[in-house]
């Protein structure tokens, strides 16, 4: 499908940010009173230590690999995986090789 079938509106995701040797680069897609939508791109053996959110948060991983640990239990995710990170559960990410990855998070 090219980038004319999509419609001019349409983006491929993982298109809307970019890697940048040794950081981790956010945009935010969408805020609101409702919560929020961030893309992330991560470099390799970068990472988010440990913290806890008020919000339960959803991780879509878009590319590469990345580890997920939720209360000290670790997740290997690839593109196309998914996990949930519960709300005032501590969490922290790395990144074994660059991953972007779609963070949704809705506030009840």
Known sequence: MTGQDRGPDARRMAELIGYQEGSVVSRQLVKGGGGNVTLFAF?????????????????YV???????????????LHAGDMIVMPAKEPHALKAPSRFKMLLVMIKP
């Open 62 to 76: 878009l590319d590469g690999e990345a580890e997920v640990a939720i209360a000290g239990r670790p997740s290997r």
């Open 43 to 59: 470099d390799k053996d970068e990472g988010l230590t440990e913290h806890a959110s008020p919000f339960d948060a959803l991780v």
